[in-house]
């Protein structure tokens, strides 16, 4: 099954991120963001299955936490960019 990954800049930023799903009924888990998605140092992502992108997103904006960028992990293992 595919998920996304919510990118953050920082370890709080993620946490915040992860709160704000969570309180909102949507499970989120952290991670350190895999150095292909990284790109500009040290970043974490926010893990949420596909059927909670939608949701997630309007979560997040109305908390203020818009994400930097997003990402689908397909099931053939690749990362693609997801346009939001």
């Known amino acids: 099954m595919p998920y996304y990954f919510i990118i953050c800049r920082s370890l709080t930023y993620a946490q915040r991120t992860a709160a704000a799903l969570e309180r909102a009924g949507i499970s989120a888990q952290i991670f350190r963001s895999p150095k292909s998605l990284a790109g500009e140092g040290c970043s974490y992502v926010v893990k949420i299955a596909q059927k ?28 693609q960019e997801v346009a939001f």
């Open 52 to 79: 909670h992108l939608t949701k997630g997103l309007q979560v997040l904006h109305q908390a203020g936490l818009d994400p930097k960028r997003v990402f689908v992990f397909n099931s053939d293992g690749r990362y």
